[in-house]
């Protein structure tokens, strides 16, 4: 494992012990952007996804940390951290989709609301 640190330009930088797990890029002709994707494992079994899109005037550069603990997700932009439990995160997921729950009453926005808490 490394010290890797991911630069962002929606928080801080993202600073931890991992390697790279996968990475993409492509560019599209239309708008002339380039985007590229990281995926790092933590040394913590954490995920790390960076995504640095631009064209040769704007660059844009973000990072999510993502972390399960106790059957919590917390995700972290290095600007702002939200946590939720499992449960409730592939329910919003499935709802997202378009994927019916019939047995659960439960809406995407009170899901959404309750991470906001």
Not at 22 to 36: H, I, M, V
Not at 91 to 114: H, M, T
Request: proline fraction near 2%; glycine fraction near 6%; charged fraction near 25%.
């Amino acid at each position: 494992m490394d010290t890797v640190t991911v630069k962002t330009d929606n928080g801080k930088n993202l600073t931890f012990s991992g390697r790279l797990f996968s990475e993409t890029s492509w560019y599209d002709e239309e708008s002339g952007a380039l985007t590229a994707q990281k995926l790092y494992i933590t040394d913590k079994n954490e995920q790390v996804y960076s995504i640095v899109s631009g064209d040769s005037r704007h660059r844009e550069r973000r990072a999510y940390k993502i972390a399960v603990h106790d059957n919590v997700c917390s995700i972290e932009s290095g600007g702002a951290l939200m946590a939720l439990p499992v449960d409730m995160l592939l329910l919003a997921v499935r709802s997202l989709c378009g994927l019916r729950d019939e047995q659960s009453p439960v809406s995407v926005e009170e899901i959404l609301r309750a991470a906001n808490c």
